[in-house]
């Protein structure tokens, strides 16, 4: 039941690779930042230094071919230039990963661009946008005190409303000082690990206390700290969090409470969601005329399920592929879907019976229903193989009809390849699939494969690119929540005589030899090798696994 997370990484990688397609426009720029610039090239060798040196340095690490960090790499620029004298104790680096393999390894670089945030030699995910301004002022917000402890009411509401997120502020009253001061300890620490998320603030004077009152129309006076988020712009509508402050608790309820009743899900914003952990409802619209249509209706639900669904727009004119994860039609666009979080099934609103997108009334019907456990998902398949076909075919072709059924026969070792077809190094693996299937009693061994983006099925571990190759052995131990065997990741080489070994030594069965080849040698080999895939990932990478 990991299909959230396989969506998740898939809506990341759509919302990257977009990016990617924009760097041609007019921020096309160089990836690397020019030599005249406060930008400063770190090599392994200073690399260390560096760090101890400066207190807090944001570092890119990059690839000088990336599409993504030649449109980063003028805002970067300029983000450095702009901080340089006015704010000297915040540097901007860049690690050319072409050049430093050893050094973008050791930090764990697994995609292009990567950027960190290092206090020290510690370092955190850089979690602010990547425009130069946004880069700026998120920096400088991060060498403020993780704590902005409020000192007079006006400038907390000026402060509230320039931010662009929402943020936590703590409720501090004086009588609360001395009984809960371990709280305001744990508050300070929580501040510590999480300011690259959130933004925090404190409030310990009881005037304050009592004219912030007034403006959010909740009693916050009393002997115990109280803690809150707070959406820029909305005080009158502010979340509480109920109970004892402890760090893990606290976090998810954050997290949920963070959520705008609708919002955009973007490259900024999709992190926010895929944390809250909740369904995701989806309106793909067009253009900002029919975004605007719903934004009353969406926020009017939003509220209404708080803690159950969130609600957001998707702009289809950039991120409409992301419709196919859905097992919707990209094509006919407005649509509403839901993907629920545990088991990531996925529900959307019939798109023939609603060619020019639902209404609201449609929406609040399917969305009651969702709710109450009454929605159908839709499972996407593949047509089963048709006798002919399964007669032609060495290699066991796996739809989602035949999956279970095809998994669920312990009494065979089965070796599945799961691919997807715009995969370079899937096309370059199929022959040799094809004369592994040949090599085999298929009464022993069934090695197959199953095209991943046409058939929804589950996987014992989250698929992370392609291709992905598991072997489940015969009579294996079964997991009996999930039906899987316990199962081994193939990760050695990838030729014939490796895979032979492989199965020899893994097989829960005796391996025979097939007796007469069931299909002479496909003609798979014609298959164009297109290693031109539009995602970009760490070259290390790139002998296995691409999403
Ligand atoms: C809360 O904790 C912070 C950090 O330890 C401290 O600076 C502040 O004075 C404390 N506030 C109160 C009211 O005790
Ligand atoms: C959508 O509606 C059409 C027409 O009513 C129907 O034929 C089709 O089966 C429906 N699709 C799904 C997935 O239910």
Redesign the pocket.
């Known amino acids: 039941m990991r299909f959230w997370d396989f969506s998740t990484k898939a809506l990341a990688t759509l919302l990257a690779s977009v990016a990617v397609v924009s760097a041609s426009g007019p921020t096309d720029g160089d990836a690397i930042a020019p030599a005249d610039s406060a930008v400063v090239k770190l090599t392994a060798s200073e690399f260390e230094s560096f760090l101890t040196e400066n207190p807090l340095v944001l570092t890119e690490f990059f690839a000088p071919w990336c599409g993504y960090c030649k449109q980063l790499g003028p805002e970067f620029a300029l983000a450095a230039d702009s901080l340089k004298d006015t704010h000297p104790n915040i540097r901007l680096a860049q690690v050319d990963c072409t050049e430093e393999a050893d050094l973008c390894q050791s930090h764990d670089i697994k995609g292009y661009p990567t950027l960190k945030v290092f206090r020290g030699t510690s370092s955190d995910e850089y979690a602010g946008p990547r425009e130069a301004a946004g880069i700026a002022d998120h920096m400088i917000k991060l060498s403020l005190p993780a704590?902005q402890?409020v000192q007079d009411l006006d400038s907390f509401l000026k402060a509230a409303d320039s931010q662009t997120q929402p943020f936590v502020v703590q409720v501090?009253p004086?009588a609360a000082?001395k009984s809960a001061?371990a709280s305001?300890?744990t508050?300070?620490q929580l501040a510590n690990q999480e300011r690259s998320r959130f933004s925090f603030f404190?409030i310990?004077e009881d005037d304050i206390i009592s004219k912030l009152d007034k403006k959010v129309n909740i009693d916050l006076s009393g002997k115990k700290p109280k803690y809150l988020v707070v959406h820029p712009g909305e005080l009158d509508d502010v979340r509480v969090y109920e109970g004892e402050l402890e760090r893990e608790a606290f976090i998810d309820w954050a997290t949920s409470a963070m959520v705008p009743d609708f919002g955009d899900i973007n490259r900024d914003t999709y992190l926010l969601y895929m944390n809250s952990k909740l369904p995701l409802g989806y309106y793909f619209y067009n253009n900002a005329e029919e975004r605007l249509a719903v934004d009353a209706f969406f926020k009017e639900q939003g509220k209404k399920f708080r803690g159950k669904i969130n609600f957001v727009g998707l702009d289809a004119s950039q991120f409409g592929r992301h419709a196919e994860v859905l097992n919707m039609d990209p094509e006919v666009v407005p649509l509403f879907a839901i993907q629920e979080s545990s088991g990531g099934k996925k529900y959307g609103v019939n798109q023939t019976e609603h060619p020019t997108g639902p209404s609201t009334k449609v929406i609040t019907s399917f969305v009651e229903d969702f709710l109450a456990g009454k929605a159908t998902p839709i499972i996407k398949s593949e047509p089963l193989p048709t006798q002919e076909e399964i007669d032609a075919q060495a290699v066991t072709k796996l739809v989602t009809h035949n999956y279970d059924e095809i998994l669920g026969d312990y009494s065979k070792d089965v070796f599945v390849k799961y691919y997807a077809p715009w995969c370079g190094h899937c096309k370059k693996l199929a022959p040799i699939w094809e004369e592994l299937a040949e090599e085999f009693d298929p009464e022993q061994i069934v090695v197959a494969d199953i095209d991943h983006t046409l058939n929804d099925v589950e996987t014992p571990v989250v698929i992370e690119g392609y291709p992905t190759l598991i072997f489940y052995p015969a009579n294996g131990e079964v997991n009996p929540e999930t039906g899987f065997r316990k199962h081994i990741m193939y990760s050695g080489a990838r030729e014939l005589e490796d895979f032979i070994k492989f199965i020899k030594t893994s097989a829960g069965t005796k391996a025979k030899k097939a007796t007469s080849p069931k299909a002479k040698k496909a003609d798979v080999d014609e298959v164009a090798i297109d290693d031109e895939d539009d995602v970009e990932v760490a070259e290390d990478d790139v002998d296995h696994d691409e999403l």
């Open positions: 704590v402890n501090f004086s000082h001061a305001n300890e508050y300070s404190s310990a």
